[in-house]
Every structure is written in structure tokens, then in C-alpha cells.
């Protein structure tokens, strides 16, 4: 899953983060953006521990903490992408150990 969160100026990607931690302990930051929104991915499935971070999402947004939230299923092509990020990323690590080891 993907949770989006507008974020208030004041207030810090890190700082969600670790409120949120405490309900998906495999939360991670997939874009995070400068006074605007950060994304989160979690691959936890819906159980009670999910919807106590939306409740707890909910009430940073009553306390003004942050703007506003959404959650996302990640999709096929999502999934894809990260595939492909990923094996792109371990190729180019092999690639730059061997030139070294040409060197």
C-alpha cells in the first residue's frame, strides 16, 4: 500500500514517519517532497495495527498537523517498476565492482 500524506510546512517528513512506525514497522519513504507531500510504502496488509495508523492519521489531521492523507493499493505496473528499478540498481553495483576489479 501507498500512503500519501500533504504534509503541513511545518511539520517533518521523519517526524510521520516515526509516529507512524509504531502501527507499520515497515514503513518506508518512497518520494518525499520539500513542503509538500511525502509517500510512504508499507507492505503490511489491513489488520487492526493499519487502522490505527489511519485513526492515528486522522488525528494529526484534526490537530493541524498535517493537511490532509489518502491510502493507494499499489498496482501491477507499481510493482513492475520497483522490479525493474531495483534490478537496474544490483546491475549497475556488479557492473562498477568489475570495472574496479579491471582496474
Do not use: W
Request: glycine residues 2%.
Amino acid at each position: 500500500y501507498k500512503i500519501i500524506i500533504n504534509k503541513q510546512n511545518n511539520f517533518y517528513t521523519n517526524d510521520i514517519k516515526n509516529s507512524l512506525c509504531h502501527y507499520l514497522p515497515e514503513l518506508k519513504i518512497e518520494i518525499d517532497i520539500h513542503g509538500g507531500d511525502v509517500v510512504f510504502r508499507t507492505n503490511q496488509q489491513p489488520n487492526k495495527q493499519f487502522v490505527q495508523a489511519l485513526h492515528h492519521l486522522e488525528t494529526m489531521k484534526q490537530e493541524n498537523r498535517i493537511k490532509d492523507y489518502g491510502v493507494q493499493n499499489s498496482t501491477m505496473d507499481d510493482v513492475f517498476l520497483k522490479l525493474t528499478r531495483d534490478t537496474n540498481i544490483e546491475n549497475e553495483s556488479k557492473s562498477i565492482s568489475m570495472n574496479t576489479d579491471i582496474l
